[in-house]
């Protein structure tokens, strides 16, 4: 799913997860250019990097990619088993 995110932004892209005082990497999509890193996103979950930074108008991909990690990775309230 990241690939194509990378592409638009033109950058490669890292997402984390903060565990405690750790970051932990979940993913991560685009060509590497060995440049220095730009904190493009951050919440109490997660973190987000670029190898660039971001223009205001592409902080809508920025939001759209995080909603959707959270989708794919929290649980829904309506998917819980009932016994």
Known sequence: MLIQYAAMLNTKIWICEKIGRRLSCIARAGDERYTESFIVYEDEKYLMFAERE??????????????????????????????
């Open 54 to 83: 971001i223009d205001e108008d592409e902080y809508v991909l920025i939001r759209e990619i995080i909603e959707r990690v959270k989708e794919m990775r929290e649980p829904s309230e309506s998917s819980d088993l009932k016994e």
